[in-house]
């Protein structure tokens, strides 16, 4: 089993549309959480952090659910602009520890 | 926050030439920065851990003598390619801790795009 796994899509959705992925991870030690996003050939930038309560930021919202071991993000009201891949990532203890997800790829269609 | 530049952004090599590629911290001082590389379609791989003044730390399946890393300042990593192969090809991305946003967040270089013919 993968340390960290993803849905690798494509989700293809339209303009206005609301979508959610999960990422599952194998580590119960796990300590953070993150979502970064990736453009085509661009490096990865932060979109948010995973608190254990839950987040929001504008349109995104993340959880986690240490039970079941994954993370969530869900985006409302899809703009073209959120085409990208998201990738989920774990951090299990320092920096060395950082393990990334494949990544979902999400495309929003007019 | 935090910026990390990355040069060159993209570079076509002829096998069996030696590639150098640089990692900057722009407006803070970095004592460790990560490589990774990314083949097509797949996650980020850490390759190794930079450490300023002291030896990298390779990943297990990392061929230290071919991908040699050095961070002479607290500012600037370089890894080195040498005799690259076609199988080198990928995406490479150094990335180092944003000390300016919460704990184990990550700022990355730009990455670079590594060509062998």
């Known amino acids: 089993r993968k340390e960290v796994e993803q849905d690798p899509g494509p989700f293809n959705v339209p303009e206005g549309a609301t979508v959610a992925f999960n990422c599952t991870y194998s580590?119960?030690?796990?300590?953070?959480f993150f979502w970064y996003r990736q453009d085509c050939r661009k490096e990865p930038k932060l979109l948010m952090s995973?608190?254990?309560s839950g987040n929001e930021d504008g349109r995104f919202t993340a959880q986690l659910n240490r039970a079941s071991q994954y993370i969530s993000l869900l985006i409302r009201d899809s703009k073209l602009s959120d085409s990208a891949t998201y990738l989920c990532?774990?951090?299990?203890?320092?920096?060395?520890?950082?393990?990334f997800g494949t990544g979902t790829k999400l495309q929003v269609i007019p | 926050g935090a910026v990390v530049s990355q040069h060159p952004s993209w570079v076509i090599c002829k096998s069996g030439t030696s590639v150098k590629i640089e990692c900057r911290s722009l407006?803070?001082?970095?004592?460790?920065m990560f490589w990774y590389r990314q083949f097509p379609k797949q996650s980020l791989m850490l390759m190794a851990t930079?450490?300023?003044?002291?030896?990298?730390?390779?990943e297990q399946g990392v061929e230290k003598d071919k991908f040699l890393i050095n961070h002479a300042s607290l500012t600037l990593s370089t890894l080195t390619v040498t005799s690259a192969h076609p199988e080198d090809s990928s995406f490479y991305i150094c990335?180092?801790?944003?000390?300016?946003?919460?704990?184990?967040?990550?700022?990355f270089g730009a990455g670079s795009r590594l060509t062998v013919l």
């Open positions: 990335s180092a801790r944003d000390p300016f946003s919460g704990a184990n967040v990550l700022t």
């Open positions: 580590n119960s030690a796990s300590q953070s």
């Open positions: 995973v608190y254990s």
């Open positions: 990532v774990v951090n299990s203890g320092g920096y060395q520890k950082v393990t």
């Open positions: 407006d803070f001082q970095a004592t460790t």
């Open positions: 930079s450490n300023e003044g002291s030896k990298a730390t390779y």
